[in-house]
């Protein structure tokens, strides 16, 4: 089976690649434009130097050759500075493959001849790629989307592009696709907007409060109207919040631990009492492998965690593996709009096997080692993107 996954370098998205790669012969196609968020060392160990493909146009190439021919300089020269425009330096240390666009379905299944994984740097608004990457493939996970809520209320703009219209290109393509059996759209339960003591189930309205929630709650109706109206084999996923490996360092487990680390205040939204349920990524992984396989087109799958916990809780947990100090904790001014309690209820698709076999604790504490020994992973982001920098500094400015 092929699978097409989008936003493969991300968070929720790497991890499912791994897991997939690990536990079936699938191949993989990740499509991914590897915005801030997408990071390639996600992936390193599948990545080799033929499989990261970067399509181009026909002018693209043609401005190549004209500017080798006419300054003489080598095409390394040239690629780095198509390089530097189009991705900063999320391409530097690795040796991609720049493929006409014409010619890329051929290179990729030359590519899944001989390794699992064709990675293939692009943007999920292109519903030219889309269509031409679904063409290969038997199913497809959609996980790529602007994730961050605190950016969606400093700029909407982008939440709009990728997780509304992006969508709505790939639903097109899926439209047009006659042999694809399944399409997964991963959208969350943010959807459902702020909970009091029921939890929501799949039939509940949706009551989006941010920009993030609202985008990605349009996402998902659009999927579901285009299972309605084109018959679009498509199934929804609304998960909870994912904590784990390689979450972008801008995500409450992950700040707070990189924060305590370097003995920096640690900001915590109002009193911190706001309620999340936890929910380990492998999980989601095995959730989505579930509905790949038994998921009924047409309907929408809650995944929970049952882990419910207070966002202080989480923060002195992080405080106490890391040895440090409660006096690190800074409560701030809370962010405009936010929902103080997300609750699932996820009987229907434990109903189809789902269940988890770690405990809460081991998971996370397991989850924060794996930030103490990878430091590596995280201080390379830190040092090296300045939008992160920038953002950082200006959400907090007046807090
Ligand atoms: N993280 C969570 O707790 C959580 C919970 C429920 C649902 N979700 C959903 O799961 C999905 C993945 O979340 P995540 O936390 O891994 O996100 P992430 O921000 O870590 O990764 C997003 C990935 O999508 C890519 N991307 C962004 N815009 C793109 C575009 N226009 N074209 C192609 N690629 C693009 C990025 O480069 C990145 O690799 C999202 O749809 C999110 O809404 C996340």
């Known amino acids: 089976m092929i699978l097409l996954v989008t936003g493969g370098a991300g968070f929720i998205g790497s991890n499912f690649v791994k897991h997939r790669l690990e536990n079936t012969s699938d191949k993989i196609i990740v499509l991914d434009a590897l915005t801030y968020a997408g990071v390639l060392d996600n992936l390193k160990s599948y990545l080799n130097d033929s499989n990261l493909l970067v399509p181009t146009s026909q002018y693209d190439l043609k401005k190549i050759e004209k500017t080798i021919n006419q300054y003489g300089v080598t095409y390394n020269d040239v690629k780095d500075e198509v390089e530097s425009k189009r991705l900063s330096s999320k391409l530097r240390e690795f040796s991609p493959k720049y493929i006409n666009i014409e010619d890329l379905n051929e290179k990729i299944e030359e590519v899944l001849e001989n390794t699992r994984l064709a990675f293939v740097v692009g943007n999920i608004i292109d519903s030219t790629l889309d269509e031409k990457l679904m063409n290969l493939s038997d199913i497809v996970v959609h996980f790529a989307a602007e994730s961050h809520v605190d950016r969606s209320i400093f700029n909407a703009d982008a939440f709009v592009k990728t997780d509304v219209y992006g969508t709505y290109s790939l639903l097109e393509a899926a439209k047009k696709c006659e042999k694809l059996n399944k399409f997964i759209h991963i959208s969350t339960d943010e959807v459902y907007g702020q909970a009091k003591e029921k939890p929501f189930k799949e039939t509940d309205p949706l009551n989006p409060r941010n920009p993030y929630s609202a985008s990605k709650a349009a996402a998902d109706r659009m999927a579901y109207a285009y299972y309605q109206t084109y018959g679009v084999p498509v199934v929804i996923v609304r998960p909870s919040n994912n904590f784990g490996p390689n979450q972008y360092p801008e995500k409450l487990i992950p700040v707070v631990t990189i924060k305590a680390l370097n003995?920096?205040?640690?900001?915590?939204?109002?009193?911190?009492?706001?309620?999340?349920?936890?929910?380990?990524?492998?999980?989601?992984?095995?959730?989505?492998?579930?509905?790949?396989?038994?998921?009924?087109?047409?309907?929408?799958?809650?995944?929970?965690?049952?882990?419910?916990?207070?966002?202080?809780?989480?923060?002195?947990?992080?405080?106490?593996?890391?040895?440090?100090?409660?006096?690190?904790?800074?409560?701030?001014?809370?962010?405009?709009?936010?929902?103080?309690?997300?609750?699932?209820?996820?009987?229907?698709?434990?109903?189809?096997?789902?269940?988890?076999?770690?405990?809460?604790?081991?998971?996370?504490?397991?989850?924060?080692?794996?930030?103490?020994?990878?430091?590596?992973?995280?201080?390379?982001?830190?040092?090296?993107d300045e939008e992160y920098k920038e953002f950082m500094e200006k959400w907090y400015e007046n807090r």
């Open 263 to 384: 003995n920096e205040p640690i900001p915590v939204y109002g009193d911190g009492k706001q309620r999340r349920d936890w929910l380990y990524v492998e999980d989601t992984a095995k959730a989505i492998n579930l509905l790949i396989e038994k998921g009924e087109i047409g309907q929408a799958y809650n995944v929970a965690g049952r882990n419910e916990r207070e966002n202080m809780f989480v923060v002195e947990r992080i405080l106490e593996i890391t040895g440090k100090s409660k006096d690190l904790i800074k409560h701030v001014k809370d962010r405009p709009g936010h929902d103080l309690r997300y609750l699932i209820d996820d009987t229907k698709i434990r109903g189809l096997g789902f269940k988890q076999d770690r405990t809460f604790e081991e998971l996370f504490d397991h989850t924060v080692k794996w930030y103490l020994k990878n430091k590596n992973w995280w201080e390379k982001i830190l040092r090296e």
